[in-house]
T-cell receptor, first 109, second 115 residues
Framework: GQNIDQPTEMTATEGAIVQINCTYQTSGFNGLFWYQQHAGEAPTFLSYNVLDGLEEKGRFSSFLSRSKGYSYLLLKELQMKDSASYLCAVFDSNYQLIWGAGTKLIIKP | IAGITQAPTSQILAAGRRMTLRCTQDMRHNAMYWYRQDLGLGLRLIHYSNTAGTTGKGEVPDGYSVSRANTDDFPLTLASAVPSQTSVYFC??????????????FGAGSRLTVL
């Protein structure tokens, strides 16, 4: 079966750096997405990786290793507004999006 | 403001009743999707439409139906609601279904409680 694993919950301190990991086993691969979802709101797009390596976008970076079935989202200079769930999703060979259950990130002052 | 509008925002429904969740987008996106989100689970695809006039079944289609008469609207119908359909429902759209950087835009969600 297809599976995406992410930690259920993480805690970090304001101003620090946090890395949220995502591992996947899917039938084929056509890209990996990270979405941010604040409590009670809709998911919003953060990043897309299809080739190995690091994609940087301001305070957020996303890394992909296709050979290891692994990605991480790196958040720097954490702010209280970064408290949210972070969803990892993979496009499989049929361009079906497979979603992880999400990682709830709690930021403490 | 361009985006996706869902209605109702929240609804409490008696089991056995019929319910339609409405979804309208104004971005002229070809593909539209309905997901349900339950605590501890990832988003699960109910039905999708790659283009107006076509629909397809997702991971959890039983008990739900959809139609796509035009580009903008994609209603989701529960023919006879059951308590297991209590969930938050998200409508989403994207420019094209089968392209790599297929970024989804989500509606604000509809919280449905079936008693």
């Amino acid at each position: 079966g297809q599976n995406i694993d992410q930690p259920t919950e993480m805690t970090a301190t304001e101003g620090a750096i946090v890395q949220i990991n995502c591992t996947y086993q899917t039938s084929g691969f056509n890209g990996l997405f990270w979405y941010q979802q604040h409590a009670g709101e809709a998911p919003t797009f953060l990043s897309y990786n299809v080739l190995d390596g690091l994609e940087e976008k301001g305070r957020f970076s996303s890394f992909l290793s296709r050979s290891k079935g692994y990605s991480y989202l790196l958040l720097k200079e954490l702010q209280m507004k970064d408290s949210a769930s972070y969803l990892c999703a993979v496009f499989d060979s049929n361009y079906q999006l497979i979603w992880g259950a999400g990682t709830k990130l709690i930021i403490k002052p | 403001i361009a985006g996706i509008t869902q209605a109702p925002t929240s609804q409490i429904l008696a089991a056995g009743r019929r319910m339609t969740l409405r979804c309208t987008q104004d971005m002229r996106h070809n593909a539209m999707y309905w997901y349900r989100q339950d605590l501890g689970l990832g988003l699960r695809l109910i039905h999708y439409s790659n283009t107006a006039g076509t629909t397809g079944k997702g991971e959890v289609p039983d008990g739900y139906s959809v139609s796509r008469a035009n580009t903008d609207d994609f209603p989701l119908t529960l023919a006879s609601a059951v308590p297991s359909q209590t969930s938050v429902y998200f409508c989403a759209s994207s420019r094209a279904a089968s392209s790599g950087a297929n970024v989804l835009t989500f509606g604000a969600g509809s919280r449905l409680t079936v008693l």
